[in-house]
């Protein structure tokens, strides 16, 4: 089992709901918390956690994405569009994951990718497992978010 205790951790959408509470898990459990925020101004939920730096930038941005993960042990990768066009969410969902993915290329010793179960689609009726294909349909979250699985895929394949 990996300790996160005196590790320096990003986590992107830190203003969400899964990232804020993640945020709050992270910090609790003693790991210095580096927290990914495009918009600041919705970091209430975390602004008064111990150990925690709220970080200005966009995971779209493969520059600030260098930047923002150098000295990061580990990444926990939450943020996402929900909604919008699928080149929007492409954009963000695949895009922004690939960007974050190559920044911790150079020295992250682990990514958690947060995806959906939504990428199985509503057809499936019996138990789903990692074997299990993806199966989006037309939705431009599922579609999105099934990309960016493929770029995780393939990056920590190399």
Avoid: W
Avoid at 10 to 22: K, R, S, Y
Avoid at 56 to 73: K, L, N
Avoid at 121 to 130: N, P, S, V
């Amino acid at each position: 089992m990996m300790t996160l205790q005196g590790k320096t951790v990003l986590v992107t959408g830190a203003t969400g709901f899964l990232g804020g509470a993640l945020c709050h898990r992270l910090a609790a459990d003693g790991a210095h918390v580096k927290a990914l925020a495009r918009r600041p101004e919705r970091d209430r939920y975390i602004r008064e956690i111990a150990n925690l730096d709220i970080i200005v930038g966009d995971i779209t941005d493969e520059r600030r994405m260098h930047e923002i993960i150098a000295g990061c042990d580990v990444v926990f990768h939450a943020a996402a569009a929900l909604g919008g066009p699928l080149d929007h969410q492409r954009h963000v969902n695949v895009e922004g994951t690939r960007s974050v993915m190559t920044a911790a290329s150079s020295g992250v010793q682990r990514v958690v990718h947060i995806s959906t179960i939504s990428v199985y689609g509503y057809k499936y009726a019996g138990d789903i497992t990692e074997d299990t294909p993806p199966n989006p349909g037309r939705d431009a979250y599922h579609i999105s978010k099934t990309e960016a699985e493929a770029v995780v895929r393939e990056m920590g394949a190399a």
